[in-house]
């Protein structure tokens, strides 16, 4: 009888423990999540699950139309946005970056040293 008492102590002790330290942290999670998902506004400057940078443009029930670059529009699920670049996230990158981080894309434009020999890109260029 001692035996049985003492197992249900260790099982009851177990799913505690599993709870406190696996489902309520996950719980926590997924709640701060959704009201990320909820807050999300038109010229924000978000970042998805995929890593793509971008602002915002159009939010709909479960889509987020977001622009990565002058003109050119992704539809996404809102449940991709991990998280929304706030002010204090730009700054950091300008300390890392030591210069200052432009709200919109820059033109990136390729280097001699950056194309590749024998690529078709190459090719054109030198015809």
Not at 80 to 102: G, Y
Not at 106 to 119: H, K, T, W
């Amino acid at each position: 009888m001692n035996n049985i008492g003492l197992l249900a102590i260790y099982v009851v002790g177990f799913i505690a423990i599993f709870y406190f330290l696996a489902v309520r942290p996950q719980q926590k999670q997924r709640k701060a999540h959704e009201q990320l998902i909820n807050s999300v506004k038109r010229g924000d400057r978000v970042v998805t699950i995929g890593g793509i940078f971008g602002t915002v443009k159009r939010v709909e029930e479960g889509l987020v139309v977001v622009e990565i670059d002058k003109g050119v529009n992704i539809k996404v699920a809102r449940r991709a946005i991990a998280e929304i670049a706030s002010a204090e996230q730009k700054a950091t990158a300008s300390k890392v970056l030591d210069k200052p981080v432009a709200d919109e894309a820059e033109e990136i434009v390729p280097e001699e040293s950056d194309v590749v020999e024998g690529s078709a890109a190459a090719e054109e260029e030198q015809k």
